[in-house]
T-cell receptor, first 115, second 111 residues
């Protein structure tokens, strides 16, 4: 089925370890996003990519890096994980164009625990 | 300061009841989104609207741009409707590329 695929679904890291969350979409969307979801808070934007080759910081970028490898793939890297990064991470994509709005498609989420 | 507020935060109802979830926002928007998240699950987009009303099956979404208010209605509610419903918007200031999310309404439908 077409959509957004995230891996892994679950991960436990020790403080200081690094890891990369992978995201791929097969809908030929231009824009891709990484969000984190914490209890009692709305989803918050970490980074986004409006097109292949471009990335921009969102609301909570500290401690993360991203790579828009090609139009399909947008990865999120934690270089030195901290307990504050324990969260559920969602990747999303949209065919956003100036002056118009399109819907968003979300991945199934990655539940990350940093101990 | 929350730019989008949802009410109620939690809602429990009997199967078959008519459900209303409200969303108020404080900035100019280009579109309002309703999303559904089942426990432990991913997020599914239900509606995207910038005016009027949309209907899909038993779900109806309305928006009043002047009052900066949107509602999600569920008719003939069913236990499978139990989920968190999230309101979100794309704002005019930021263009069409980023969403601002509410904290969600947790709906539980009892058989």
């Amino acid at each position: 089925n077409a959509g957004v695929t995230q891996t892994p679904k679950f991960q436990v890291l020790k403080t200081g370890q690094s890891m990369t969350l992978q995201c791929a979409q097969d809908m030929n969307h231009n824009s891709m996003y990484w969000y984190r979801q914490d209890p009692g808070m709305g989803l918050r934007l970490i980074y986004y990519s409006a097109s292949e080759g471009t990335t921009d910081k969102g609301e909570v970028p500290n401690g993360y890096n991203v790579s828009r490898l090609n139009k399909r793939e947008f990865s999120l890297r934690l270089e030195s994980a901290a307990p504050s990064q324990t969260s559920v991470y969602f990747c999303a994509s949209s065919e956003a164009r100036t002056g118009r709005n399109y819907g968003y498609t979300f991945g199934s989420g990655t539940r990350l625990t940093v101990v | 300061k929350n730019e989008v507020e949802q009410s109620p935060q939690n809602l429990t109802a009997q199967e078959g009841e008519f459900i209303t979830i409200n969303c108020s926002y404080s900035v100019g928007i280009s579109a309002l989104h309703w999303l559904q998240q089942h426990p432990g699950g991913g997020i599914v987009s239900l509606f995207m609207l910038s005016s009027g009303k949309k209907k899909h099956g038993r779900l109806i979404a309305t928006i009043n741009i002047q009052e900066k208010h949107s509602s999600l209605h569920i008719t003939a509610s069913h236990p499978r409707d139990s989920a968190v419903y999230i309101c979100a918007f794309t704002s005019l200031d930021f263009g069409n590329e980023k969403l601002t999310f509410g904290t969600g309404t947790r709906l539980t439908i009892i058989p």
